[in-house]
């Protein structure tokens, strides 16, 4: 059982440069997120969906956009990638309406630098 | 507003020393706070939950965490610290609203000195 897998692991970009970021799971889960993680500011939300087909703004979507067609995928592009991009990314993922604790699965992390 | 605040971004202790991690929340409704931990260079996994069911919350590696309704606190705590759990430690509230986001804190790095 492979929970949540991120893809790739590192990458290197340069300025104005796009890239996609993938994330798998194969839990079932309903709900998805991704998230960057930089320090001295915890996890910061950017983008989540809430089942197949929907997307939706979290705390600092500007730069990214998502897209969910299945539901174990949830993509995380940077159109013309930026240095203050550079980040780790988490995805992440939670069972539906119905699971009240809302315990969320995370991915290893993709690390990205954009000089 | 649902969020967090941790304080302390480092936190250093000896091994076998009591690990206190402070959590405190703001929250107009009952939350629903989580306790994950990051070891280097991989993801948050779950520590531990608190649901309503019981104000004190036990977790995996020795870890438990109290809930305080009258101080907003859930304080993160281990008896004996062991070199292992160094790492990092989030506290975080689910929103009960709007795709129930999970929002984070900070962060604490807990050294462990042998």
Redesign the interface.
């Known amino acids: 059982n492979a929970g ?1 897998t991120q893809t790739p692991k590192f990458r290197v970009l340069k300025t104005g440069q796009s890239m996609t970021l993938l994330c798998a799971q194969d839990m079932n889960h309903e ?1 998805m ?1 991704w ?1 960057r993680q930089d320090p ?6 950017i983008h ?1 969906s ?1 089942g197949e087909g929907t997307t ?1 703004k ?1 705390e600092v979507p500007d730069g990214y956009n998502v897209s969910r067609l299945k539901k174990q995928n949830f993509l995380l592009g940077l159109e013309s990638a930026a240095p203050s991009q550079t980040s780790v990314y ?1 995805c ?1 993922s ?1 069972r539906g ?1 119905g699971e ?5 699965f ?4 993709s690390r990205l630098t954009v000089l | 507003a649902q969020s967090v605040t941790q304080l302390g ?1 480092h936190v250093s202790v000896s091994e076998g020393a009591l690990v206190l991690l402070r959590c405190n929340y703001s929250s107009s409704v009952p939350p ?1 706070l ?1 306790w ?1 931990v990051q070891y280097p ?6 520590l531990l ?1 608190y ?1 309503s069911a019981a104000t004190l919350v036990k977790g995996i590696n020795g870890f438990e965490a109290e809930f305080k309704k009258s101080e907003t606190s859930f304080h993160l705590t281990k008896p004996s610290a062991h070199m292992s759990d160094a790492a990092e430690y ?1 506290c975080a509230v ?1 929103k009960n609203t ?10 604490t790095r807990l050294f462990v000195k042998a």
Not at chain 1, 40 to 45: F, H, K, T
Not at chain 2, 41 to 46: C, E, R, S, T, Y
Not at chain 2, 98 to 107: E, H, L, V
Request: aromatic letters at 24%; proline letters at 0%; glycine letters at 22%.
């Open positions: 949540v709900y997120y998230y001295g500011m915890g996890l910061r939300l989540y809430v939706a979290g988490f992440a939670r309406q009240n604790t809302g315990e969320l995370f991915g290893e992390g | 971004s629903y989580f994950y260079n991989q993801g948050l996994q779950l939950k649901t989030f689910r709007g795709g129930f986001k999970t929002i984070f804190g900070a962060g």
